[in-house]
């Protein structure tokens, strides 16, 4: 079956760096991304990799690595405002998005 | 970007009745929109995929005369919870495809059914 596994929650102080990781088993590969969903709110986009390495946003960064299943997001720089939920999603090989149960980030003054 | 717009944001609805949530793609045209579930503390749930003229594709385990879904234009899909009950209540997110690799979320509907 597919899955995907990130932790459940994370917490981390304000204008710290945090690292959320992602692993994933699923039929197929087209891209990994990775949404920022604030509470009651829908998903927004923050990255899409679909090749090996790192890819750096401003203060938010994505590696992935497709041998081992592994992707993470990483956030520098932490404001208050980063209190969210980040998900991970695979693109299957039909095209389809299989989501990760997210990972609660609370920021810490 | 592109915009996707959602209606109601929120409804409380009875037991029994009916509710209706429109997704709209307002500066491009969709021929696929999904439509998601997500209670609270997880994650998002695909319910069904919908194709522009053509009907909907359900995952396994949601009734799809339930939920019934419609996409009658290019910028239109509509959500229909028949007979609503409590555990219907949940936070209901489309999303409109782009391209292979590019969709765009709704704000949400949040139903409620008392």
């Known amino acids: 079956g597919q899955n995907i596994d990130q932790p459940t929650e994370m917490t981390a102080t304000e204008g710290a760096i945090v690292q959320i990781n992602c692993t994933y088993q699923t039929s197929g590969f087209n891209g990994l991304f990775w949404y920022q969903q604030h509470a009651g709110e829908a998903p927004t986009f923050l990255s899409y990799n679909v090749l090996d390495g790192l890819e750096e946003k401003g203060r938010f960064s994505s590696f992935l690595s497709r041998s081992k299943g592994y992707s993470y997001l990483l956030l520098k720089e932490l404001q208050m405002k980063d209190s969210a939920s980040y998900l991970c999603?695979?693109?299957?090989?039909?095209?389809?998005?299989?989501w990760g149960a997210g990972t609660k980030l609370i920021i810490k003054p | 970007g592109a915009v996707v717009s959602q209606h109601p944001s929120w409804v409380i609805c009875k037991s029994g009745t009916s509710v209706k949530i429109e997704c709209r793609s307002l500066?491009?045209?969709?021929?696929?929109m999904f439509w998601y579930r997500q209670f609270p503390k997880q994650s998002l749930m695909l319910m069904a995929t919908?194709?522009?003229?053509?009907?909907?594709?359900?995952e396994q385990g949601v009734e799809k005369d339930k939920f019934l879904i419609n996409h009658a234009s290019l910028t239109l899909s509509t959500l229909t919870v028949t007979s609503a009950h409590p555990e219907d209540s949940s936070f209901y997110i489309c999303?409109?495809?782009?391209?292979?690799?590019?969709?765009?979320f709704g704000p949400g509907t949040r139903l409620t059914v008392t």
């Open positions: 919908s194709n522009e003229g053509s009907k909907a594709t359900y």
């Open positions: 999303s409109a495809r782009v391209s292979e690799y590019e969709q765009y």
């Open positions: 500066d491009f045209q969709a021929t696929t």
């Open positions: 999603a695979v693109l299957d090989s039909n095209y389809q998005l299989i």
